[in-house]
C-alpha cells in the first residue's frame, strides 16, 4: 500500500475557527512533510518530521502548527489563519536516509479562509 | 539549493514522444536529478530520478548530460493521462535531518492533444 490519506479534502472556515488537518501513511516511513501550494504555484515545503521530531520549520507562522502523534499520524492544527492562508495542504511521506527515496504525497486537504 | 530551469508549457500529440527539458548548471556531485509530476486536482507523484547514468522504468526515461548540467525526461508515448505539470528537482540534502527535502521550481505544464 503506497497511500497517503488525507483528510478532509475541503475546508472552509473563518478567521477565528481553530481547526485541523490529519495525514495519515502505513508504509513505515519515518519522514513526514507538509507542504503549502497556492493557485498555479509549485509545492512549498512548510514541515518536516523525521522520527516524529520536527526537524525542518520553513520559517512558518506560530497560526499553523504542526504535531506528529505516532510514525503514521501527521496533524496540522490551524488557529486565526488569515484569507492569503487559502491553499492545497499536500502531506508527503518518505522513508528517511538516502537523496534517492521518494516521497509520496497524498491529494490533499483544499482550505479556504473566509 | 541548486536550481533548475524549465519552460513554462509544451505541447505534444498524443501517442507520439515527448522530450521535457531541464537545465541545473549548477548542480552539484552528489545531487540526484528527481522528476515528479502533479495530474490535476492531485498530489505530486514520483516519476524517475537518477545520478550520472541514464534511467528507464515504466513511466519514462531520463538523460542526463555527461556534463550534469541538463536532463532530460522522455515519455515515449503521450497519452491524455499525461497532461500534467512536470517538476525537475535536484535533492538537496538536510544536515542532521537524515530526510532530503523537495524544493519545487515552475515545471512545465505539458497539454497533451488528442
Known amino acids: 500500500d503506497t497511500e497517503v490519506t488525507q483528510t478532509p479534502k475541503h475546508l472552509v472556515m473563518g478567521m477565528t475557527n481553530k481547526k485541523s488537518l490529519k495525514c495519515e501513511q502505513h508504509?513505515?516511513?519515518?519522514?513526514m512533510y507538509w507542504y503549502k501550494q497556492k493557485a498555479k504555484k509549485p509545492p512549498e515545503l512548510m514541515f518536516v518530521?523525521?522520527?516524529?521530531?520536527?526537524?525542518i520549520n520553513e520559517s512558518v507562522p506560530s497560526r499553523f502548527s504542526p504535531e506528529c502523534p505516532n510514525s503514521s499520524l501527521l496533524n496540522l492544527h490551524l488557529h486565526a489563519l488569515q484569507p492569503e492562508d487559502s491553499a492545497l495542504y499536500l502531506c508527503?511521506?518518505?522513508?528517511?536516509?538516502?537523496?534517492?527515496?521518494?516521497?509520496?504525497f497524498g491529494p490533499g486537504t483544499r482550505l479556504t479562509v473566509l | 539549493d541548486a536550481k533548475t530551469t524549465q519552460p513554462n508549457s509544451m505541447e505534444s500529440n498524443e501517442e507520439e514522444p515527448v522530450h521535457l527539458p531541464c537545465n541545473h548548471s549548477?548542480?552539484?556531485?552528489?545531487?540526484?536529478i528527481h522528476w515528479y509530476r502533479q495530474l490535476p486536482s492531485q498530489g505530486p507523484e514520483y516519476v524517475i530520478h537518477?545520478?550520472?547514468s541514464n534511467v528507464n522504468n515504466r513511466m519514462a526515461s531520463l538523460a542526463i548530460a555527461e556534463d550534469r548540467k541538463s536532463s532530460t525526461l522522455i515519455l515515449h508515448r503521450a497519452t491524455l493521462r499525461d497532461a500534467a505539470v512536470y517538476y525537475c528537482?535536484?535533492?538537496?540534502?538536510?544536515?542532521?535531518?537524515?530526510?532530503?527535502?523537495?524544493?519545487f521550481g515552475k515545471g512545465t505544464k505539458l497539454s497533451v492533444i488528442p
Open positions: 508504509m513505515g516511513h519515518r519522514a
Open positions: 528537482i535536484l535533492r538537496a540534502s538536510i544536515s542532521g535531518a537524515g530526510s532530503y527535502q523537495l524544493t
Open positions: 537518477g545520478l550520472t
Open positions: 549548477t548542480i552539484s556531485g552528489t545531487d540526484y
Open positions: 508527503a511521506s518518505s522513508r528517511v536516509g538516502l537523496p534517492t527515496d521518494t516521497q509520496y
Open positions: 518530521y523525521s522520527y516524529e521530531k520536527l526537524s
